[in-house]
């Protein structure tokens, strides 16, 4: 079996919440190691666990790390990690905007104890520009992005998007940029410092709407449930079935005529409303009806199954626990199920990074708080056992 891809590389991860984390499981799943460094008191998302529901979303996200403690707001503490910098390959963080330069640990100062070092950071709204000061999480860059007003029916108020996707978004394109940088730096033998806005990284999703206003102006609506966000495709919308709803899009003529043919309504192949793309969008209505009136007859996943074998885009609606039972996604190694030290049996996920001849990297469950400190602090820099206990005793570790 060939290589991880990043084995041999070392990751000092800062960040915290989801779009660092995300960005560093996926290092740390391509064989970096990832060293995830928190205050002494962990970080927030560890917090939220006795609120119910956060343990999950913390495992899905540390899983293959090992964990320290650094109070970096001491003078040992600080002293520490640069240490680790001047060992380690990548430094991850999603701090606001002069947080690391304030403790005298940001790029250029961490770039001079090793150039090639590469400093990965995600912001809300970037390092520079009149917003660089406002607080961002997912909810409020959705507001700012237009997410929210892009979300729901055009005759009611606006909703966020249910996936956490600007958090999310931010740390996938945090990835790619630190793996540019690391593809440049085999090439120069220095680091950079790469940077992604939360801001940056949702504007392209949105890229049906901004044709829709292109094309229509001040026409253009704002919201269209689960019609095309351009309103360039008919049909494509939900439809209610006996027991929940399917989603539907027959983007060609050839999908429709498909469709026609699941339906046994072939005699509607001539129909001048439904002739085409266009004349279909043109008449929408009229095909969501036709569609609706035969949908809500039967089963969502007997229509599902119908129209897939014809070949047409289409799927039930699954509920959470559907999806988290997926079978393609367990077949493929996607998801695992894996006895979790702390919540028991539960299901993680591996990479959607998938490197052929190489298996997907087995998922070590998250680590306790700290629980590699010996590890880090004395076998891999070097401290002897009486010093990582004064480190302790002392409130650095």
Same mark, same amino acid.
């Given at each position: 079996?060939?290589?991880?891809?990043?084995?041999?590389?070392?990751?000092?991860?800062?960040?915290?919440?989801?779009?660092?984390?995300?960005?560093?499981?996926?290092?740390?799943?391509?064989?970096?190691?990832?060293?995830?460094?928190?205050?002494?008191?962990?970080?927030?998302? &560890?917090?939220?666990?006795?609120?119910?529901?956060?343990?999950?979303?913390?495992?899905?996200?540390? $899983?293959?790390?090992?964990?320290?403690?650094?109070?970096?707001?001491?003078?040992?503490?600080?002293?520490?990690?640069?240490?680790?910098?001047? &060992?380690? !390959?990548?430094?991850?963080?999603?701090?606001?905007?002069?947080?690391?330069?304030?403790?005298?640990?940001?790029?250029?100062?961490?770039?001079?104890?090793?150039?090639?070092?590469?400093?990965? $950071?995600?912001?809300?709204?970037?390092?520079?520009?009149?917003?660089? !000061?406002?607080?961002?999480?997912?909810?409020?860059?959705?507001?700012?992005?237009?997410?929210?007003?892009?979300?729901?029916?055009?005759?009611?108020?606006?909703?966020?998007?249910?996936?956490?996707?600007?958090?999310?978004?931010?740390?996938?394109?945090?990835?790619?940029?630190?793996?540019?940088?690391?593809?440049?730096?085999?090439?120069?033998?220095?680091?950079?410092?790469?940077?992604? $806005?939360?801001? !940056?990284?949702?504007?392209?999703?949105?890229?049906?709407?901004?044709?829709?206003?292109?094309?229509?102006?001040?026409?253009?609506?704002?919201?269209?449930?689960? &019609?095309?966000?351009?309103?360039?495709? $008919?049909?494509?919308?939900?439809?209610? #079935?006996?027991?929940?709803?399917?989603?539907?899009?027959?983007?060609?003529?050839?999908?429709?005529?498909?469709?026609?043919?699941?339906?046994?309504?072939?005699?509607?192949?001539?129909?001048?409303?439904?002739?085409?793309?266009?004349?279909?969008?043109?008449?929408?209505?009229?095909?969501?009806?036709?569609?609706?009136?035969?949908?809500?007859? &039967?089963?969502?996943?007997?229509?599902?199954?119908?129209?897939?074998?014809?070949?047409?885009?289409?799927?039930?609606?699954?509920?959470?626990?559907?999806?988290?039972?997926?079978?393609?996604?367990?077949?493929?190694?996607?998801?695992?199920?894996?006895?979790?030290?702390?919540?028991?049996?539960?299901?993680?996920?591996?990479?959607?990074?998938?490197?052929?001849? #190489?298996?997907?990297?087995?998922?070590?469950?998250?680590?306790?708080?700290?629980?590699?400190?010996?590890?880090?602090?004395?076998?891999?820099?070097?401290?002897?056992?009486?010093?990582?206990?004064?480190?302790?005793?002392?409130?650095?570790?």
């Amino acid at each position: 079996m060939a290589p991880y891809p990043l084995t041999g590389i070392t990751v000092l991860d800062l960040s915290h919440i989801y779009a660092g984390p995300y960005c560093t499981f996926l290092l740390a799943m391509a064989g970096a190691n990832v060293i995830k460094i928190e205050p002494r008191e962990g970080e927030n998302l &560890r917090s939220r666990g006795d609120m119910g529901g956060a343990d999950l979303p913390f495992a899905m996200l540390n $899983s293959n790390k090992q964990s320290v403690t650094l109070n970096l707001k001491t003078e040992q503490g600080k002293a520490l990690f640069r240490e680790m910098a001047a &060992r380690a !390959d990548i430094v991850v963080e999603n701090f606001a905007p002069g947080v690391m330069d304030r403790l005298g640990l940001g790029a250029a100062a961490l770039t001079q104890i090793n150039p090639r070092l590469i400093y990965g $950071s995600s912001t809300g709204y970037g390092k520079t520009g009149p917003y660089r !000061d406002y607080p961002a999480m997912d909810l409020v860059m959705q507001a700012m992005c237009g997410v929210v007003d892009a979300t729901g029916y055009p005759d009611l108020p606006p909703v966020k998007a249910g996936a956490a996707m600007c958090d999310f978004g931010a740390g996938v394109h945090l990835y790619g940029a630190i793996m540019t940088a690391l593809y440049e730096r085999e090439r120069t033998g220095k680091g950079r410092v790469v940077e992604v $806005s939360m801001q !940056d990284a949702v504007y392209a999703s949105l890229a049906s709407n901004y044709g829709m206003l292109h094309a229509r102006g001040a026409a253009a609506p704002a919201r269209t449930g689960n &019609r095309h966000a351009g309103l360039g495709i $008919s049909p494509y919308n939900a439809y209610e #079935t006996k027991d929940g709803f399917v989603v539907l899009n027959a983007p060609n003529d050839h999908h429709f005529r498909a469709v026609l043919d699941v339906m046994e309504r072939a005699d509607l192949k001539t129909d001048p409303r439904f002739l085409t793309r266009a004349t279909r969008v043109a008449n929408m209505a009229a095909v969501d009806e036709l569609l609706q009136s035969w949908t809500k007859t &039967r089963l969502k996943h007997d229509v599902a199954k119908r129209m897939i074998a014809a070949g047409v885009p289409c799927a039930a609606v699954r509920t959470i626990a559907e999806v988290m039972n997926d079978e393609n996604m367990h077949a493929r190694g996607s998801l695992q199920w894996v006895d979790h030290p702390v919540m028991g049996r539960v299901v993680l996920p591996n990479s959607p990074l998938v490197f052929e001849g #190489t298996e997907r990297h087995p998922i070590e469950p998250n680590l306790p708080l700290g629980a590699s400190n010996d590890a880090v602090f004395g076998e891999w820099l070097g401290h002897s056992a009486e010093e990582v206990a004064g480190l302790k005793a002392g409130g650095v570790i």
